[in-house]
Structure formats: C-alpha cells, structure tokens
C-alpha cells in the first residue's frame, strides 16, 4: 500500500462518522499521489500525517436565552486545523447540520485554499448548530454574545481570525465583533467580513461571488471562450450566489435560475438580480417570493432538478454534496462545459469524476471561491495599516489573486502530468507550499 493509501485508511478509522471529512481527505489525498516520488522528503517529514490532524479542537457549549424567556443551549466549534503558513483563518458557519466532521472538512479544504491565495494565512473553520433562520435580531444576537464569550479566549489578530459562511453575515459578524471588544477592551482585527464603519474592507461582500466568476472568465479564456451570451445556472441565493450572479451579468451571460434550501426559481429572461437582493438581503425572505414579483417566472419545490435546466455554464453556489453523478450526466448531456464551483465541495466524489472524465472546465472550490478568503486577508493587511483601500483598488487584488490561482493551479496540473486537470493542479499547488513550510519548521 502507498504512502498517501496508508494514510487515508488510517484517517478514516481514526475519525468514524465524520463523512465529510472523509470525502475531502479522500480527494485531497488521492491527488497529491504523484507529489511523494518527486518529495521523498514529505513522507519522512510525516507531512501527511500531520497535515490531516487538526492542530487544535475547540467544542463549547453556547447558552442563550430565546424571546419566550425559554433556555436554550447549541454547541460551538472552532477547528485550528494548520498554521504553517499564517495564523489560522476561516469561516464561522451556524446551520442546524452543523457537527465537527463539517467543520473539520471545511477547515481541511481552507488549508489548502488559503496556501492558493499566496497569502500568509493558515487554514482554520468554527460555527455551531445554531438555526439563525426565523430568529429575531434581538435573539442572534444574544446567541452571537454567548458563542464569543467562549470564544474570545482562543481567537487573535496573530492567532485566528473567523470571518463569515453559511448563516454567517454582516449582522453576525457585526454582534459578534462588539462583544469581543466589550470583553478584551480592544480593537483588533480578530474577524473579517466587519462592516466598513468599523474596519470592513469595500468588496469583501462581492469578492466570493466575483471570484468565482474571474476565474472561470480565465478558465474560459484559455478555451478561446467566455461568458458572453452563455446561458448560466446558479444554485443558492445567499452571499456567494448573489455575486457570482452579478458578476456573470455584468460579463454578458444570462443567469437563469437561483434557488434556497426549499426550491429553485427560472427565470427564462434572465434573474432580475435587484428583486433577489431585496428579498434576500434585506427582507430575508424566500426565494419562491421572486414569482410574485416576477409572474412571468417559474419557482419548482425541491433543488435537485435545477441541474436539469439547461445551461452552458453551471456554478453551485449553496452547500456541499449539491450536485451529485446523476446530476452531473445531465448536465453534460444537455450541453454543459463548465463548471465553476462556488460553495465548498458542492460536488460529490463521483460527480467531479463525471466531469474530469468528460474533459470539461472544472474549478474546484477551493481554487475558484477562494476570492473570499483572499480579500479576508486583504481586509487584515488594511487593517494592520489603519487604512483603506478603495473599491476598485481591491477589486483589481482580487482578480490579479484568481487568474494567479488559475494559473497555479494549470500549471500544477501540467507539471505533474495531468494537463487540464484544474482539481488536482489547486491541490498540489496549495500543498506544496504548507508541506515546505511545515517540513522547515521540524517536527511540530
Ligand atoms: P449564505 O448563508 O449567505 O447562503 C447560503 C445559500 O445556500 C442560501 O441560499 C441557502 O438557502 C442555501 N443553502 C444552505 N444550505 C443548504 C442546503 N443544505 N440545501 C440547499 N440549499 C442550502 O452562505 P454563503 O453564500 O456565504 O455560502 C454558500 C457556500 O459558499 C457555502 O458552501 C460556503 O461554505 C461557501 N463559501 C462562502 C464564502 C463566503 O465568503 N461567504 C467563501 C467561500 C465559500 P437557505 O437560505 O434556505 O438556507
Ligand atoms: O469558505 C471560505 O473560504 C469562507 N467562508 C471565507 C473565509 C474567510 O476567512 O473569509
């Protein structure tokens, strides 16, 4: 049994039950197989060993007191997963589905991410349990001041910095910021994703949704193709959807579906992006409202069969394990050559076989959504200067970051022998500078 085969079993028996987990290390790792007859010098160094265990788990519990006076208690998690290259930096996400195996495979994914990105920021992932939907401000927040209160103690500007995911906003970040300088009487940059009156960087909000669609822009490119007049599937509608959907728009293509965890909506002539702003943003609503607005419009219960709308470009922007095999064979049998992944791991295993077998525009989430994490660490780098940048300032960063990630990662891909092959060119690009990093920092 190799090296990399060796490992993988063992990590799946030493952590049972955690599927996710499983599936991204299982990923990763298969990957990285040819990067060990180039680096004896890994397998000594134990790098994969190491790589997989978190540095440091973090579980508490969270109380906090609803609007009926009832007690309430979630759990609260926060995985320090790799400082090789940086302090640890990832999401907060609070979803009901939320349990460690979640949170260690995001916090594995962002190890490799954040080593894309080319800047200094280790990986690391938190959240809870925690439902915000359907609760009063008044009732996150008291949430969001008992999960820092905890919390505090193990985050720092130099040591771990959470930002924003899944159930994970501005209004979050916001209670949550307040209560962590209320505590330590400090104003630090321990969160990114901060509102701009207190420290936010301008286009934080966009850059996830944009990032993804830069890259695929230059994915495109490579192909002698673009997103000009291509007819486009998202899936989701919250922060990343909704940006990757106005940055596809301004680039020409005609988004047709968007969708939450209930239905999807078509729209034949093209999503009315303001609508679901408004539905979604500010009135925190459901994305079936979008055809009261828009009768002309269709909304479908159930998201699975958006991937049987018809589209050129298909980026799923909601969660993970979205878009499976069967999902996969339609799209591609209805004329899809690109696939921009925007949530983490939307693709299940077999799913990413489909489409790596079939030759078409891959981008794994981690190479093509890692614009949010980058103007994260561009948010810390203005902080640190007491200064801000304008919009168009980091927005040139951000896409300079995905065509180098593009880049990387194609030429990765090429150097090992699997030309085109965009998954296996971001992992071994984002490994390959954690494992130097970890190798010339001894055995810790
Ligand atoms: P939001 O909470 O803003 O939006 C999530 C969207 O996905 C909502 O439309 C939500 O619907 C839908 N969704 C969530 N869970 C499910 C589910 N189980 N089934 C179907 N739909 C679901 O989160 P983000 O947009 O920030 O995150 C989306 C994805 O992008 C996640 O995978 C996240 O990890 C990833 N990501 C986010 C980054 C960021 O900067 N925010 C950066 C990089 C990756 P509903 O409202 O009904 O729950
Ligand atoms: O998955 C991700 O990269 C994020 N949720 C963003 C993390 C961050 O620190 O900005």
Redesign the pocket.
Known sequence: MSYVQEVLKKTVEKNPGEVEFHQTVKEVLNSLEPVFDKHPEYITAGILERIVEPERQIMFRVPWVDDQGKLQVNRGFRVQFNSAIGPYKG?L?F?P?VNLGIIKF?GFEQIFKNSLTGLPIGGGKGGSDFDP?GKSDTEVMRFCQSFMTELYRFIGADTDVPA????V?GREIGYLYGQYKRITNRYESILTGKGLPYGGSLARTE??GYGVVYFMDEALKAQGKSLKGATVVVS??????IYAVEKAQQLGAKVVTM????GYIYDADGIKLDTVKQLKEVERKRIKEYVEIHPSAQYHEG?ANIWNVPCDIAFP????N?LDAKAAEILLNNGCFAVGE???MPCTLEASDVFLNKKIIYSPSKAS?AG??AVSALEMSQNSMRYSWTFEEVDAKLKDIMVNIYNNASNAAKEYGFEGNLLVGANIAGFLKVAEAMKAQGLV
């Open positions: 999401g996400r979803h589905s995001l939907k924003g995911d899944i159930g906003g850059a996830t989701g509608s919250g922060n990343v959807a969708s939450d965890s209930n998201c922007c909601a969660t993970q979205e925007g949530s983490n959504n949010g994490v």
